[in-house]
Structure formats: structure tokens, C-alpha cells
């Protein structure tokens, strides 16, 4: 069964920094884009970063360019997102998504395999 796991969240001040996690069990990142997402509350989920798993093509939303970095990690199988200077407005779950194939879709309905979903609060 396909399950990704999330980690790493959590209440940090604005201006500090966060590392998200994100962890495949029971199979591999070969082959699939991954990307993260976030939803604030009362608001659609939006695209925040996402990678091609074989090429390293990487793409970030205009709003976390320059503070946000999606890396990964072969040999443990992770999905890692650090993010940076963060600001009250990061506030959101933050959900991990997978989905078999070379394109990394800015959209939710891109995406077959989804995270629980990790809360990150940055306070003012």
C-alpha cells in the first residue's frame, strides 16, 4: 500500500526556519514527481514546490522563490522542504503528493498519493 509520510512541522516565530519531510513506505520515489502543497484555513490548496524524481527538474510558486528549497535524499527515500525567512502567511498544513510519472502538475488534481498532512504556525 502506498503511504507518504509527513514530519517537521510545527510553531516557529517569523524569520525562522522549518524543515518538512516527507517519507515513502512500502515503495519508491522512481519514476514520480513529488511535490508539496499547502491549504490554509477557508482557502484552496496551492502548490508550493514539486520536483521530477529521475531529472531534478524543480519548480517553486512565486510566493516561497528564494526562501523555500525541495531537495531529496535516494537513499532514504524523502522528500525534504526547507523553508526559510518564514512569514505569517506560510501558516497552513502542509501536504506531500506523489504521483507516477515525469510532470510536476501546479495542480491538486495532478496528484495520486497524498500525506496526512503536517500543521506549520508562524507566528508574528
Known amino acids: 500500500q502506498v503511504q507518504l509520510v509527513e514530519s517537521g512541522g510545527g510553531l516557529v516565530q517569523a524569520g525562522g526556519s522549518l524543515r518538512l519531510s516527507c517519507t515513502a513506505s512500502?515503495?519508491?520515489?522512481?519514476?514520480?514527481?513529488t511535490a508539496w502543497f499547502r491549504q490554509a484555513p477557508g482557502k484552496e490548496r496551492e502548490f508550493v514546490a514539486g520536483?521530477?524524481?529521475?531529472?531534478?527538474?524543480?519548480s517553486y510558486a512565486d510566493s516561497v522563490k528564494g526562501r523555500f528549497t525541495i531537495s531529496r535524499d535516494n537513499a532514504k527515500n524523502t522528500v525534504y522542504l526547507q523553508m526559510n525567512s518564514l512569514k505569517p502567511e506560510d501558516t497552513a498544513v502542509y501536504y506531500c503528493?506523489?504521483?507516477?510519472?515525469?510532470?510536476?502538475?501546479?495542480?491538486?488534481?495532478?496528484?495520486?498519493?497524498w500525506g496526512q498532512g503536517t500543521q506549520v504556525t508562524v507566528s508574528s
Open positions: 520536483m521530477r524524481w529521475s531529472a531534478g527538474s524543480i
Open positions: 503528493a506523489a504521483t507516477r510519472g515525469p510532470t510536476v502538475a501546479r495542480s491538486a488534481a495532478g496528484y495520486d498519493y
Open positions: 512500502a515503495w519508491t520515489f522512481n519514476s514520480y514527481a
